[in-house]
């Protein structure tokens, strides 16, 4: 099955500086790759998301990368804000015919004022 | 658009008790998952059903963990008996999605329920 490695576990930044998360899966016919910010005691929320015919994508000041060939993919957030501290979960979708979603453990980011 | 609803939002119950979840996804998902996330993890997949059947139940204890989605819309997930390591939160997403339509993948989780054993 799927495994999805994510680093850092934990990550602090000051306010305006840039931070980005890593994540690595083995299963070459995943083909979408979502991010999700879970705030403390909150449902997961999708925040952006990348298929696997795209090597970019961008919304305002978040964007993710696609490597497929080393199959790995990163979340970058630029000028950060407090409002940005959350755990940020990778997950990669598997092909076939279930179509799992399969998370990383999650990175806990915390940006200081 | 209303999201995902569970209920309840928080359990406490004894060991070797019983405990069920309720779930209503958005309308017209054909999709819903249940996902078991422990403490400082990410979540994982319980369940996941295609209108009312079930497509992967790979990771469900099925010595005790149960589930159903009689009428493809709503869904319940027991636990019969539960033990300590059965803490934690318990979510439920739904998504649009066909199983080979080429309809989006993006899950919608509900806020989950918070299960503490004793």
């Known amino acids: 099955g799927e495994n999805v490695e994510q680093h850092p576990s934990t990550l602090s930044v000051q306010e305006g500086d840039s931070a980005v998360i890593k994540c690595t899966y083995s299963?070459?016919?995943?083909?979408?790759f979502p991010w999700y910010k879970q705030e403390l005691g909150k449902r997961p929320q999708l925040i952006i998301d990348?298929?696997?015919?795209?090597g970019e994508k961008k919304d305002q000041r978040i964007a993710v990368t696609l490597n497929k060939t080393a199959k790995h993919f990163s979340l970058h957030i630029t000028e950060t804000q407090p409002e940005d501290s959350a755990v940020y979960f990778c997950a990669a979708y598997s092909g076939g015919s279930n179509y799992k979603l399969t998370f990383g453990k999650g990175t806990l980011l915390t940006v200081n004022p | 658009e209303a999201g995902v609803a569970q209920s309840p939002r928080y359990k406490i119950i004894e060991k070797r008790q019983s405990v069920a979840f309720w779930c209503n996804p958005i309308?017209?998902?054909?999709?819903l998952y249940w996902y078991q996330q422990i403490l400082g993890q990410g979540p994982k997949l319980l369940i996941q059903?295609?209108?009312?059947?079930?497509?992967?139940d790979s990771q469900l204890p099925k010595d005790r963990f149960s589930a159903e989605r009689l009428k493809g819309v709503d869904s319940t997930l027991k636990i019969q008996p539960a033990k300590l390591e059965d803490s934690a939160v318990y979510l439920c997403?739904?998504?649009?999605?066909?199983?080979?339509?080429?309809?989006?993948?993006?899950?919608?989780f509900g806020p989950g329920t918070r299960l503490t054993v004793l």
């Open positions: 309308s017209g998902h054909a999709t």
């Open positions: 059903f295609q209108n009312n059947g079930v497509v992967d």
């Open positions: 997403a739904s998504s649009p999605r066909f199983m080979n339509s080429g309809g989006t993948d993006t899950q919608y």
């Open positions: 299963d070459s016919a995943s083909n979408y």
């Open positions: 990348i298929r696997s015919n795209v």
